[in-house]
């Protein structure tokens, strides 16, 4: 892979946030390789920041198991281990099928409105074929999953689960279909909310993240 190539993919100034998403970018989509050394002093130099905020980003990334490092030795990137993904997904379908019953239950009037406004509005986005677009609303999507069960808790432990498995269900937009496919996935989320159906936005929810999951360990281990 090209130098060239590789600066097309890098930010500067960047938050450990948005350096945890362009590395793990850079590694799901196979632009580094398992093996390759992650120097601490070459990163924070590509994204003009200390070490430290690279340190913080390479710890998220091991918790993500893209990412490994021995003692005394540079980060790695890792293999992605198929089990260790399906366990990570196992756990967030079961926590977006918890999170959408409860807000086909508590969700009130403005927020299933704004939900299903939002929902069809992203339409446009699956008809333009904007993968990028498409993402950044899925995120925000499952966000209002979180916040429509009004549980602090709750929307804690989602958004965490969810974080370490961003990288993965970002790849999932790669795949050829896979706009339209989640848009459908969605729209059986929404309408159960819509008529509180809680049983049925449930199981909406498991059945879009294991379809995701299944979507995503597609792409991330073949890529591998």
């Known amino acids: ?66 990412v490994g490092r021995e003692p005394n030795r540079s980060a790695i990137v890792k293999n992605v281990e198929e089990a260790h993904l399906h366990a990570m997904f196992e756990a967030m379908a079961e926590l977006e099928g918890i999170c959408a019953r409860l807000s086909a239950m508590r969700m009130d009037a403005d927020e299933r409105h704004a939900l299903e406004r939002e929902h069809r509005a992203s339409m446009q986005l699956v008809r333009a074929g904007v993968p990028e677009g498409y993402a950044a609303y899925n995120t925000e999507f499952h966000n209002r999953l979180y916040r429509g069960t009004h549980n602090d808790h709750l929307l804690e432990l989602a ?33 159960a909310i819509l008529r509180a159906d809680a049983t049925a936005a449930g199981k909406a929810a498991y059945d879009h993240v294991s379809i995701v999951s299944d979507a995503s360990t597609v792409f991330a281990v073949a890529r591998g």
């Open 159 to 191: 958004t965490q689960t969810r974080a370490r498995l961003a990288p993965f269900r970002h790849a999932q937009f790669r795949l050829s279909g896979r706009l339209s496919k989640s848009y459908e996935e969605h729209d059986r989320i929404v309408t």
């Open 1 to 66: 892979m090209t130098q060239a190539k590789r600066k097309t993919v890098t930010r500067t100034g960047t938050t450990v946030e948005q350096m945890v998403r362009a590395i793990a970018d850079m590694i799901v989509s196979g632009i580094m390789v398992p093996g390759e050394r992650l120097d601490e002093l070459s990163l924070a130099a590509r994204f003009e920041v200390s070490r430290t905020p690279v340190r913080e980003a390479l710890r998220e990334l091991g918790a993500m198991g893209l």
